[in-house]
């Protein structure tokens, strides 16, 4: 195993989880994690910092909010819930320094 070089200064993991409709558990982030992605690689591709900034779709972060969707930031180790397409603008310039 090896490190792989340059790591990104800031990783956001979004999901987008699908469940069934009678899951306890909701439907999962589901379309409004795709909606979230999709905004935020909207932005690093605005920004031009694909190198800089990963965002990866991911299965469930474990939270299940009934609105929005679950993201995980690194390195901080912050999760938030309920981020909608309107939070991808303030969660891009939390860049590590
Ligand atoms: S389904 Fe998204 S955090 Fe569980």
Redesign the pocket.
């Known amino acids: 195993m090896r490190d792989a070089l340059p790591a990104p200064r800031l990783h956001l993991l979004v999901?987008a989880?699908r469940?069934e409709a009678s899951s306890p558990?909701g439907n999962?982030?589901g379309e409004r994690?795709d909606a979230v992605y999709d905004e935020l690689k909207r932005g690093v591709a605005a920004r031009a910092a694909f190198a800089s900034i990963w965002v990866t779709k991911t299965h469930?972060?474990?939270?299940?909010?009934k609105t929005g969707?679950?993201v995980a930031i690194y390195p901080t180790g912050r999760v938030l819930t309920d981020v909608d397409v309107a939070d991808a603008e303030t969660l891009l310039p939390l860049l590590p320094s």
């Open positions: 999901c989880n469940r558990l999962g982030c994690g469930c972060l474990g939270v299940c909010p969707a679950t």
